[in-house]
């Protein structure tokens, strides 16, 4: 299986335009075979191979450059003002060092990112976004409204540290305390006393893992070198965000499986809109109006029937259930299923676990049945 | 030499993620061979050889998919006002049907693009962009403001013909018109008859060209294939962005050259800002105290002495002139005058024309002269 990401990691081939990340030479040194474009951003893809890169992440450890995560600071006294007019959820109740899974939406419902949020303080947020310009979004907005607010891009790089044997590592590298982390806290921390991080439970995969949101780019290389070094007892390597392994979890890639022509309510994430609370939010009318009327269609976890795939899709794939069309958005072939998995819009009266469609794949159709996710449950939460 | 923005054309290892422009199957078909991700969206970058693009763009006529280039149309009573409060340019006695270069700057006097503006109706305009989000800016300050006007992103996809030959190939096409259409002058037209566009004499090279704004995607493969098949008698090819070709317009790349991080000033784009003018535009106040202090370093046109570079430069490169350290942002050989020219940051000091630096490259030092741009005088303007 490739990834579906690929880039030549020739760095004689990356182009000055796409900025390098703080681990960038670290990566280079570690193997790095294929980087993406994110958030402006080179971002490694590959090392090993697809099956080598899996197998470290769902059975060891891995570290993966995730700079790309940007983030966008919200500070100030309009702060919390700015970030609920931004989020459908209501953030009342939002305690300081928790994260939260969250849409931003425009004026008509549509999605423009789905960040993970981080309030450091009551006056003090980041939004760690997937692959739109937030930051030009957020800011318009506060300087649109007057907000007494600054909004900026400040000096964070993610790194993950995502696998089984995780929590192992980052107890051997910041103590016992992350025995008392539970999922989706975060606290800070200066790693060997002078590494400025944020560490979180939180990563984008559907093993148990952390993210060290690192406050100095120039300890990009020490920190990676740091991991690297202490998670050779357990077989730690490089890796990254994989397309089998965030399949398995059902976890959504923004551009991939939904942009702005999709609504939370087409994408199964009503959880993260908080209509009949008294907040205003941008969008609040527009998605009344879409609950109201019904969505047409739904993304959907599908189990593929046949062999397994070469590599994933490059384009989406036709689809069509007893109710109508549809499309498949994402799909891999996850070893420890033996089974190819995916993303897709159904009809929404197709959306009933079990049911069959059947896709149209360049090779030929393949039947398929709508699923639940996750498909593999794994230590993540616990 | 290689192009700087190299993708392996494989569509097999395209993401799905990154959308596909109404003209990619047409550009696969006419051989493409690498692809760079901008604006969410694959463009093309390489067709039979950097050397070959070349010689064809300066010698005959080329036509490029950029459909990257997104249009953030703004629309409706407050459209001009908008307009106005993103743009540092005056934009009075700006007349339907004339383009104009802008920058846009934030609250701190930043650059955030540095798109072609068309204005196609008093309250209907189009913001041609560079690879960052600006509708999600334009689309947050109108609704932080309230403005009573839509920002989308229409289906509209640039397509460009560039080479002295344009003219031609464009008359044989569109009609005598064309050679009444002034520079940074457009005019809407349906090309035979019923392929909606949007003609104008703009584009991303040093060479006379056209840019064609086609208003309607399901007619992508069939006006590419229309001016591949017109173009024979002249030679014509497929073509992109060329890094020595738009290094002797001295034409800024948004990312490579200059970010948020820049301001106007350093960019040499004094003309582009308008202080003393009545009208209010974010990033006034901050350009105002700039201007005032003085900016300390300046963004100029370089020549490099030394052989031909192999390829272009992947990272910033550090330079020292008399006055104090810089840094060279793009760099490519040109063939036609058989001469390495980049653009870089200079200390202010060392903005004359004649002031010699020293650049360090990976392989070694390169003494280089402040120069003027455009390196080469074409008919582009005429």
């Known amino acids: 299986m490739s990834n579906p990401m690929t880039v030549s990691a020739e760095t004689a081939n990356l182009s000055a335009r796409v ?3 703080c681990f960038f030479d670290a990566t280079v040194r570690s193997g790095v ?4 474009a994110y958030n402006h951003m080179w971002m490694p893809t590959l090392f090993e191979g697809a099956v080598e890169d899996y197998r470290r992440l769902t059975e060891g450890v891995t570290i993966w450059d995730t700079a790309v995560e940007r983030q ?8 919390a003002r700015l970030m609920q007019l931004m989020i459908p959820r209501s953030l009342d109740g939002w305690k300081v060092g928790i994260c939260r899974y969250v849409v931003l939406c425009d004026e008509t419902g549509g999605v423009l990112n789905d960040p993970v949020a981080l309030k450091l303080a009551e006056d003090h947020f980041w939004l760690s976004i997937a692959d739109s310009d937030i930051l030009l979004w957020a800011k318009g907005l506060a300087l649109g409204r007057g ?5 900026e891009e400040p000096d964070v790089s993610p790194m993950q540290v995502q696998g089984p044997l995780s929590t192992d590592l980052m107890r051997d590298v ?17 790693i060997d006393g002078d590494i400025p991080a944020i560490i979180s439970r939180t990563g984008w995969s559907n093993e148990r893992g952390y993210e060290i949101f690192l406050r100095d780019g120039r300890f990009g290389s020490r920190l990676w070198d740091r991991f690297m070094t202490a998670g050779q007892r357990y077989g730690a390597g490089p890796g990254a965000p994989h397309q089998a392994n965030r399949l398995e979890a059902g976890m959504l890639s923004y551009g991939a499986d939904m942009d702005r022509s999709n609504n939370p309510y087409e994408l199964g994430l009503d959880r993260l809109v908080d209509l009949d609370g008294a907040h205003a939010f941008i969008g609040k009318a527009a998605l009344a109006r879409i609950r109201a009327a019904g969505v047409s269609r739904v993304l959907v976890p599908l189990a593929l029937d046949g062999p397994a795939l070469a590599g994933s899709n490059t384009t989406r794939w036709p689809l069509t259930g007893p109710s109508g069309p549809g499309e498949m958005t994402s799909a891999a072939y996850s ?8 993303l897709g819009y159904v009809a929404a009266g197709d959306r009933a676990v079990g049911t069959r469609v059947t896709i149209t794949s360049p090779a030929g159709p393949i039947t398929a049945t709508v699923a639940t996710a996750p498909f593999v449950t794994t230590s993540k939460r616990a």
């Open 147 to 151: 907000f007494d607010v600054t909004v």
């Open 33 to 36: 075979k294929a980087f993406t």
């Open 19 to 21: 900025r390098r990340s």
């Open 174 to 190: 910041v103590g016992d305390w992350i025995d008392g982390l539970k999922f989706f806290h975060f606290r800070p921390f200066d």
């Open 72 to 79: 966008v600071e919200v500070k100030g006294p309009d702060a």
């Open 335 to 342: 070893p420890r299923l033996a089974k190819n998995i995916a």
